[in-house]
């Protein structure tokens, strides 16, 4: 009988597991994972970081080892080590010194790359991968392996904090480390408007568009902020072209999905939705906490489960105001030498829960659904039957109901004194329309993020 060798043994058992769960969390949890020791019944296994370990000993040792004695019933038990990776050696490129916002927390050593504008910090090791971001991180995953091949142009869109940022920086780091060669740029759009307005003044615009030619990996963040501004959404249309006609690869993000963006021209949302689109959405409750634990062994640190439950429960809209409430704790840690129990913690993060749940009013909701579609507040009080002012109108009334239970004689009051009827029959219609319209869901969805996250 032939014995498999560790390589062999491991590669088995992760064909099985590949086939029971999904892609995207097979990359995450997988990946750099093999065997490097066998001692009678227990095997050794080795994991890039501390983080996949804790998970792999929590959420997938049952299955590992169920497979394992399939294979060899002579194995009883697994056991999981970290293992540092060996870097690539590449040519230097230029730096320049990266200041991290939250400076107590002391992240050393990170320098963005002066040619690509790309911050070392961001990569899919210290991405956590849950359901409100799995389309994504497989989108993302397929892009770095074949840059310019699959899913040309990669437009992610959610939420402010939701990791947008993060998710396209490590795009481009990942792209960056196995392919040295290629060019890549990461650009926030406003510094792209600023760039095209700079060109056009000075008259070096041929000179700008040649900067772009060969620009292997583009990657725009927050595109929405091109809306309205012609002359750059014209300059931008000619460089996507060029790019994507010599399969270079376009990664974009924003706020809203390309038809939801005003004032984009036709032909620049059209080159949006050609490619694939995913959206990022709000993280459940596990995947908070697995954010919350990552982040803090970032900065080689750790705090009892307990505390990271209260911050997860108490902090839900977002990812960076879970890591501004984790920082509070941090920074609490490091002054007093000693970590927070979990009152003294409910004590720092007081004001925090506190704001993080401020009040929401009528006039929110009405001015933020009104900004949405491109109107003002009076334009979806007053009367009109138009088409383009009686949908936002009835969403604002469904959301009013929804968000605040105001009564239907409230609502009606808001809107220049309607019937209770009319402001029921706007929730009945708007509730039937959510059964069977996907795209109506998601708007609803992003303008209540913008309600809260405001």
């Keep these: 009988m032939n014995v498999m060798s560790n390589e062999e043994l491991w590669e088995a058992v992760l064909a099985q597991i590949q086939l029971s769960i999904s892609p995207a969390n097979f990359a995450t949890w ?23 370990k804790e998970w792999l000993e929590q959420k997938y040792n049952d299955i590992i080892l169920k497979i394992l004695h399939g294979l060899d019933n002579s194995i009883k038990e697994v056991k999981y080590c970290i293992e540092k990776q060996s870097l690539k ?21 990170l320098e963005i790359d002066k040619e690509t504008n790309l911050n070392p910090r961001y990569t899919f090791e210290n991405f956590v991968v849950g359901s ?59 510094k792209f408007i600023e760039d095209v307005v700079r060109a056009i003044r000075k008259h070096k615009m041929e000179f700008f568009k040649s900067s772009y030619r060969e620009i292997d990996l583009l990657i725009v963040d927050d595109v929405q902020f091109l809306a309205g501004k012609e002359k750059t959404q014209e300059e931008f249309f000619h460089i996507f072209n060029l790019l994507y006609e010599k399969n270079k690869q376009v990664v974009i993000s924003s706020d ?67 890591e501004g409430a984790l920082n509070r704790v941090i920074v609490y840690q490091k002054i007093n030498n000693k970590p927070p129990d979990i009152n003294i913690v409910k004590s720092l993060l007081g004001k925090i829960i506190k704001g993080g ?21 009076k334009d979806i009080i007053i009367p009109s039957r138009k088409k383009e002012i009686v949908k936002p109108r009835q969403i604002a009334m469904y959301l009013l109901r929804r968000e605040l239970n105001s009564s239907f004689s409230f609502i009606g009051e808001r809107f220049g004194g309607k019937d209770h009827t009319t402001v029921i029959h706007s929730c009945e219609k708007i ?15 992003m303008i209540a993020q913008r309600i809260y996250n405001s």
Aim: include cysteine; charged fraction near 25%.
């Design 132 to 190: 409100f971001n799995e389309l994504a991180h497989a989108a993302a995953q397929a892009v770095i392996q074949k840059p310019g091949l699959v899913y040309n142009p990669l437009f992610i869109y959610g939420g402010v904090g939701l990791g947008k940022t993060h998710l396209l920086e490590a795009i481009g780091n990942e792209v960056y480390k196995n392919f040295p060669e290629k060019k890549i740029k990461y650009i926030p759009s406003q």
């Design 30 to 52: 997988f990946k750099g994972t093999k065997i490097i020791s066998r001692e009678k019944t227990q095997v050794m296994v080795s994991v890039p970081s501390s983080f996949v």
């Design 431 to 445: 509730n039937s329309q959510l059964q069977k319209d996907k795209n109506l869901e998601e708007e609803i969805q």
């Design 256 to 322: 809203c999905p390309p038809r939801a963006i005003p004032s984009l021209t036709e032909r620049l949302r059209s080159r949006f939705t050609g490619g694939m689109i995913a959206d990022i959405s709000q993280p459940d409750f596990e995947t908070r906490v697995a954010i919350l634990k990552t982040k803090a062994r970032e900065v080689g640190t750790d705090f009892p489960n307990e505390i990271y439950t209260f911050i997860a429960e108490s902090v839900q809209k977002n990812i960076r105001e879970l």
């Design 357 to 377: 749940r401020k009040k929401i009013t009528h006039k929110k909701i009405i001015s933020t659904v009104a900004e949405f579609y491109g109107l003002t507040e």
């Design 89 to 109: 050696i590449k040519a230097p490129r230029k730096k320049i010194s990266y200041q991290e916002e939250a400076g107590q927390l002391g992240f050393e050593g």
